[in-house]
């Protein structure tokens, strides 16, 4: 699947939705439905119900649902889209992808959190990897990797 391909996608299937280039842009008013296969609209919202919007790469969307079918068991989603604020407010990294709607931190649904941080080591090469005790960072800024 393609950016394009999911950007029809969505709008066929959903009003109070707006594009910004690569990004999806919606709130908690919008009409739920699923995405991808795996994943509806609603899990990529962000936390923060005082942000008035969610603002999540399309390209990112497709990595996870990748990375979904390979692992093959439920992925939930901890973080998304964090406005400048609110990522200050608890504490986040000042250049944080979460910001720019370019990250999740995400976990396996079945709670195997090692087998799962070994899975995204094996199967996520670029983009960011952070892993911690109970979630994996996961975004499409530059490579690296890191323990939190």
Do not use: C
């Amino acid at each position: 699947m393609t950016i394009l391909e999911l950007k029809k996608q969505i709008v066929e299937r959903a009003k109070k939705i707006t594009f910004d280039g690569d990004y999806i842009i919606f709130d908690k008013n919008t009409p739920d439905f699923n995405v991808t296969d795996n994943f509806k609209l609603s899990e990529f919202l962000t936390r923060n119900t005082k942000d008035t919007y969610t603002k999540i790469n399309l390209g990112l969307i497709i990595e996870l649902q990748k990375l979904r079918v390979a692992w093959g068991s439920g992925i939930g989603i901890n973080s998304s889209y964090r406005s400048p604020e609110y990522n200050k407010s608890i504490g986040g990294a000042s250049k944080s992808e979460h910001i720019n709607g370019n990250a999740f931190d995400t976990y396996p649904i079945n709670k195997d959190i090692k087998r799962y941080s070994e899975f995204i080591k094996k199967n996520k090469k670029t983009g960011g990897r952070g892993y911690y005790k109970t979630f994996v960072h996961i975004d499409v800024g530059q490579t690296r990797e890191w323990n939190g």
